[in-house]
């Protein structure tokens, strides 16, 4: 729906900014087609050089002198010649002073001033004009745009009703199990207000991108059968400075207008987070978020919209928004487990043509931490290998190079590698692999190879872990062996070192600092 608002806003920017520029263009051709035509006129006549002119005045041969205000370009009638020239004068003042001093002198000069002629001002009223009507056409550009921005994205989104329901949401049973009551606070406010009950306000959903956040969202508003508004914190503050808060204000005015109804806001951290310091952009900040606490307050009893906020970084979100009255319903959306992961296959494997051989469980167990978007993108890529390969439905060996594909990146088989290369890679893998056989704690290998894949020259793949809430010690540090296990290759075997282990390394260094500063799994305890 987003992507359709943003079409358009950008269909409607464009036709703008191709009307100014037609009307820039206009002008332009205007202002260049009239000097034109009195260039014409003036190559038409015979024109006389300034010197010339100046001579035949000191011998006393003009007899009359014709000049318009404001132009530099005078008619001269010179004795014993019938027509009349043109000439071009430097400064008018000085030549002025000259004719005066010639009449002064005795000599019988007819002098004509004639008033500016209206169609010779029109270039120079356009010219001293062009930079205003420019200025102006940007202004009238800059706000049509913003009301766009409020319009296209609030107003369009809130046309449809959305058709998801619960049952198009895998997994997360707890999670949907507390937002039914939602879904019965909007059916049926009237009943929870009888009992003296409010409605809540706000649910805050935290998450990882991909979780399906939004998804669940738009469920609860299609089980309550009512509008689901959405739009995205970074939105409320892109673009134009100062705009936020009266984004916020247009969102609530049409939420009210069609509540009951749902109000989703993605990435609330992106105006909702701590309040610090007053520089400018978080100033811009404070004034969303304060127009968005002040809209949440102001809620009367016969409106029932509930505003759902989604973020992956709750820790930065400022306490005001969390208070009683505001989100102060919670709901951790947590990445799926074994039985999640299985479940989101299979509604993503509704549509599709799955061969017989397709293991889902299997798939679900290679696939521990993957978000629902992940998994969702990996049958969509599986989808189109299998396309690709020609085959008649999708098969189990494209889905699994799915997974490597949104896992190692694309199989690289073009790229020439030279033998040093092969050689150096296929040590540094199967030290990986060695090492790893004799880590209890470490998964089996799955896969080894030295086929280049995205960015890595070769790749070890381990069996998926199962879902574990806690990794102990011993498990990190036998991680970091495994991880290094690569470099320790390549200089056993090879006598040197290469720049290959530089991924394995970053990965290593980040669980150390973890296990430091994060886990307290230093080795010694200092003593103060
Ligand atoms: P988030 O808002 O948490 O970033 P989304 O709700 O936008 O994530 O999820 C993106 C897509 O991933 C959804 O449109 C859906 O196709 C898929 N998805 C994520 N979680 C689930 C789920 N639990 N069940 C089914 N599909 C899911």
Redesign the pocket.
């Known amino acids: 729906m987003m992507d359709k608002n943003d079409k358009k806003q950008k269909q409607k920017r464009n036709l703008i900014i191709s009307a100014i520029a037609l009307a820039v263009i206009i002008v332009i051709a205007a202002v260049v087609a009239i000097y034109m035509a009195e260039n014409t006129d003036k190559e038409d006549e015979k024109t006389l050089p300034y010197t010339d002119l100046i001579k035949e005045m000191s011998y006393g041969n003009i007899e009359k002198v014709e000049m318009t205000v404001g132009s530099t370009t005078v008619k001269v009638k010179v004795k014993n010649v019938e027509e009349e020239k043109t000439s071009i004068v430097p400064n008018t003042e000085s030549f002025m002073n000259l004719v005066q001093q010639k009449v002064t002198e005795g000599n019988e000069i007819e002098l004509i001033q004639k008033p500016r002629s209206v169609i010779s001002q029109i270039p120079g009223i356009i010219i001293s004009f062009l930079p205003t009507a420019i200025m102006l056409a940007l202004f009238v550009m800059i706000f049509k745009m913003q009301g766009m921005g409020e319009k296209g994205k609030v107003y369009d989104d809130t046309e449809r009703k959305t058709k998801v329901k619960f049952d198009?949401?895998?997994?997360?049973d707890e999670e949907k199990s507390e937002l039914i009551e939602i879904v019965e606070f909007l059916k049926k406010p009237e009943k929870f207000a009888k009992m003296g009950a409010k409605i809540p306000k706000g649910v805050l959903?935290y998450?990882?991108?991909?979780?399906?956040?939004?998804?669940?969202?738009?469920a609860i508003a299609g089980e309550a059968d009512v509008p689901f508004i959405s739009m995205s914190g970074s939105e409320f503050i892109e673009m134009f400075a100062g705009l936020g808060a009266s984004r916020v204000r247009k969102l609530f005015e049409k939420a009210r207008k069609i509540s009951p109804c749902i109000v989703f806001i993605?990435e609330i951290d992106a105006i909702g987070s701590r309040r610090s310091s007053n520089s400018g952009a978080e100033t811009e900040n404070n004034q969303t978020l304060n127009q968005l606490l002040v809209e949440m307050d102001g809620f009367s009893s016969e409106e029932t919209i509930i505003v759902l906020a989604?973020t992956?970084r709750p820790e930065m979100l400022d306490k005001a928004l969390l208070r009683p009255g505001r989100f102060d319903r919670q709901i951790t959306?947590p990445t799926?487990d074994l039985k999640?992961r299985l479940?989101?296959l299979k509604?993503?494997t509704k549509e599709k043509r799955i061969a017989e051989d397709v293991n889902l469980e299997s798939i679900a167990e290679d696939t521990a931490g993957f978000?629902?978007?992940?998994?969702?993108?990996i049958l969509n890529e599986a989808a189109i290998i299998a396309t690709k390969r020609e085959h008649e439905d999708i098969e189990n060996d494209d889905i699994e190079e799915a997974v490597k594909k949104v896992t190692v990146g694309l199989e690289k088989r073009q790229r020439v590698i030279s033998e040093k290369d092969k050689k150096l890679t296929a040590y540094h893998e199967a030290g990986h692999a060695v090492v790893s056989r004799y880590l209890p704690t470490q998964t089996d290998v799955k896969e080894v190879s030295i086929i280049p894949r995205g960015v890595a020259g070769g790749y070890t793949m381990y069996k998926s872990d199962e879902d574990k809430y806690y990794i102990s010690k011993t498990e990190m540090q036998e991680k970091l062996i495994a991880l290094l296990g690569g470099r320790a290759a390549e200089k056993l075997v090879l006598d040197d070192i290469s720049t290959g282990a530089s991924n394995d390394i970053e990965v290593a260094t980040q669980i150390a600092r973890d296990m430091v500063t994060k886990y307290g799994m230093s080795d010694t305890l200092r003593t103060y």
């Open positions: 198009d949401v895998a997994g997360l959903l998450g990882k991108p991909g979780t399906g956040k939004t998804l669940i969202a738009k993605d989604a992956n959306i799926p999640g479940e989101i509604i993503h978000t629902g978007a992940e998994l969702a993108n």
